[in-house]
């Protein structure tokens, strides 16, 4: 297993952008999936975006065309760019893991948009 640590969070006013890292501390090269998830006060916790091993990468409906996931292999760092960021973008950003039969979460970074 990983360790996986967020960062890159904080407050911005609606319309503005903000770049979410996630670092693993080993490699995160042969790792089924990497995701990043949300959970606003409330609510349930939804997955935002992924990306598989192989590079293949998805995005929420609801943020599509906003939200980017990308890696950078050699620095075990999964990112999500967030741009034109709206206040119901508002919640604790998880990063996440999954390489059956183990899983991992990071400790959440918290994202606040002002409107």
């Known amino acids: 297993q990983v360790q996986l640590v967020e960062s890159g969070g904080g407050l911005v006013r609606a319309g503005g952008s903000l770049r979410l890292s996630c670092a693993a501390s080993g490699s995160i090269f042969s790792i089924n999936v990497m995701g990043w998830y949300r959970q606003a006060p409330g609510k349930q916790r939804e997955r935002v975006a992924a990306i598989t091993a192989g590079g293949i990468t998805n995005c929420a409906d609801s943020v599509k065309g906003r939200f980017t996931i990308s890696r950078d292999i050699a620095k075990n760092t999964v990112y999500l760019q967030m741009n034109s960021l709206k206040p119901e973008d508002t919640a604790v950003y998880y990063c996440?893991?999954?390489?059956?039969?183990?899983?991992?979460w990071g400790q959440g970074t918290q994202v606040t948009v002002s409107s």
């Open positions: 996440n893991a999954n390489n059956w039969p183990w899983e991992t």
